[in-house]
């Protein structure tokens, strides 16, 4: 049997760090929604989101 890779997220330093912030927005001209997806540091999570 073939090994399956798996990716891990535990060393130091890595995908920990970074967290997915999916905003929603809707566009003035048709109503429609629609969604931006951005990674960024844990850090600023709150601050972005405080900025809309």
């Known amino acids: 049997m073939a090994k399956k890779v ?9 995908g920990r760090d970074w967290a997915r912030v999916i905003r ?4 003035p001209k048709t109503g429609a929604y629609t969604f931006r997806e ?3 540091p844990t850090e600023s999570v709150k601050a972005a989101l405080a900025n809309k």
């Not at 798996?6 to 890595?14: H, N, R």
């Not at 929603?24 to 566009?27: D, G, L, V």
């Open 38 to 40: 951005e990674m960024m």
């Open 24 to 27: 929603c927005r809707k566009s």
């Open 6 to 14: 798996v990716a891990t997220l535990k060393k130091a330093g890595s």
